[in-house]
């Protein structure tokens, strides 16, 4: 299953099932104009029944605070129903704020 989403701020979230679950590729920026759209895609996959949501931000040019706060509540959302969520692929921008605030203890992170 494919799925495209875009919102108005360049945001683009593939969705795609495969033998580890979920996996959102998301482009663009994910800033407070984008961020709901990014919720809504990652509470689809868990209300799906996904035992694992992988976000690859491999293509993400531009995250802001809120775009890291959404990241944070999926992980904490996966937490409570005992599922995972996995960060891969951030940029080093984005990998340094996670190590700065502590995140890359919480959140789980692939290469």
């Not at 799925?3 to 033998?19: A, C, E, H, M, V």
């Not at 979920?22 to 919720?39: C, H, K, M, Q, R």
């Not at 605070?65 to 005992?82: D, F, I, N, P, T």
Request: net charge neutral; with cysteine.
């Amino acid at each position: 299953m494919n799925n495209d989403q875009r919102s108005g701020s360049g945001l683009k979230i593939t969705s795609g099932t495969g033998p580890d679950g979920v996996v959102l590729v998301v482009s663009g920026a994910l800033d407070y104009t984008s961020v709901e759209s990014f919720a809504a895609e990652a509470a689809r996959a868990f209300d799906g029944g996904a035992e694992r949501v992988t976000a690859d931000l491999s293509a993400l040019a531009y995250c802001d605070s809120s775009g890291v706060a959404a990241l944070v509540r999926a992980h904490k959302q996966a937490v409570r129903e005992g599922r995972r969520f996995v960060v891969r692929s951030p940029n080093t921008t984005l990998s340094r704020v996670f190590a700065l605030t502590g995140l890359d203890a919480v959140l789980t992170i692939e290469s």
